[in-house]
């Protein structure tokens, strides 16, 4: 007589080994974390004035003064009044001395209220401003001045 063996076959379950999935995946996530460019004031919506040709700042150790359109005041992000101006500014440059003012100053705003600013700047101690502006390859104006041939 002849053995006859029935051999069941154990049912394997299915597996998934995701743990490279998740390698990639960490990968990508500080691949874009890193790459982005991480803006100062993402809500503050402000056209800047566009002139042919600025100079470069260093961005660091920097007070950023924000006006928009509608007259509304930032500071670093914070909103203030004009008449808060002056004493925000004044503790901020206390806490670091070598820290420079930007204005970005929406093309709406009326240069009376700019003058106001700059006015409690200098009230706050602030002797040197630099007044942010979009640069552009051409401006087609009146304004614009000459080539020096």
Known sequence: MSDIFLFRRK???????ITSLIDVLFL???FFMVTSTFVKNPGIDISLPKISKGTNFSQQNVIEIAVTK????YVDGKKISVEELA???KRLKEMDKTSQV??????????GF?????????LGGIKNVAAITEEVKEINSKFQAPDDK
């Open 114 to 122: 700019i003058v106001k600013i700059m006015n409690a700047l200098q």
């Open 11 to 17: 049912k394997r379950k299915v597996q998934i080994n």
């Open 28 to 30: 990508l996530l500080i």
């Open 70 to 73: 509608d007259k509304l005041l």
């Open 102 to 111: 930007f204005l970005k100053a929406d093309t709406l705003v009326p240069y």
């Open 87 to 89: 004493d925000t500014v």
